[in-house]
């Protein structure tokens, strides 16, 4: 398929966790890191989250002029099969375009001039269809999307192989706990065969952290 190139960034701490027991957001990157990471959103067209992250962080997802001098402000998209983005979520403000992707009958919602609403087919788990997704936002001309968490969009990706860059900064910390957010939450696998392998493209220790650059093995 004539896709996006697909960059995913996770930020965990050293036992895996990317937040709070409770799904509370918390700051794991380095000063370093961050600025690496607003780089990297603002080189791409678009970033992309799932309506899990916009309800429990309420992300800008902006990019931000103390970390880039002249932002371009890439498309958000979130990933809300039944358009529960809150009309005042500040991923629906005024300071960039954003595409909410829901099912068919789930667009009723009012939304300001920026943000657009993207039919997209369902798939058997009743989430929005990777591919058809990513089919409507190639026609709009997006070539390369970050994808930013969090953990059940991240391993629907994975899931699919629909990842061709997977960037993971390592925090100096532990947050412990059975129910906290990982990278890659979703189903998992149920054989060890259909593991997902991963080739190291690059590790660069950073402040205190570890980031690993990695790709999907053919
Ligand atoms: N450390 C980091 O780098 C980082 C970054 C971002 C977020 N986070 C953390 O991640 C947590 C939120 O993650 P989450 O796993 O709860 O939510 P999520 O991955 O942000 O969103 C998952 C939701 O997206 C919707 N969705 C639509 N199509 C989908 C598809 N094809 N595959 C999967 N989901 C699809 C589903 O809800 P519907 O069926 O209702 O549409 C699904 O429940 C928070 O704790 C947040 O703090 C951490």
Not at 128 to 135: C, G, V, Y
Request: proline share 5%; charged share 25%; aromatic share 4%.
């Amino acid at each position: 398929m004539n896709r996006p190139k697909i960059i995913i960034n996770c930020a965990m701490s050293a036992d895996g966790k990317i937040a709070l027991p409770n799904k509370t957001q918390m700051r794991i990157s380095s000063e370093l890191d961050m600025k690496r990471v607003y780089n990297l959103r603002n080189s791409c067209d678009a970033v992309l989250v799932g309506i899990g992250a916009v309800l429990s962080d309420d992300p800008k997802l902006t990019v931000k002029e103390k970390y880039v001098e002249t932002p371009r402000q890439p498309i958000r998209i979130v990933l809300d099969t039944y358009c529960k983005t809150p009309t005042d979520a500040l991923v629906v403000n005024e300071k960039a375009k954003t595409i909410l992707c829901c099912k068919e009958n789930n667009e009723k919602k009012i939304f300001q001039d920026n943000v657009e609403i993207l039919i997209c087919k369902n798939n058997q788990q009743n989430h929005l269809d990777l591919h058809d997704l990513l089919n409507k936002l190639t026609q709009k001309g997006i070539r390369s999307i970050l994808i930013e968490g969090g953990g059940t969009i991240i391993w629907s990706f994975l899931k699919e192989r629909l990842v061709d860059d997977l960037y993971v900064y390592i925090g100096p910390i532990i947050i412990g706990g059975k129910q906290t957010p990982t990278m890659a939450d979703g189903m998992g696998i149920t054989n060890a065969d259909d593991a997902i392998p991963l080739n190291i493209k690059n590790i660069e220790p950073q402040d205190n952290g570890v980031l690993m650059h990695y790709q999907l093995r053919e």
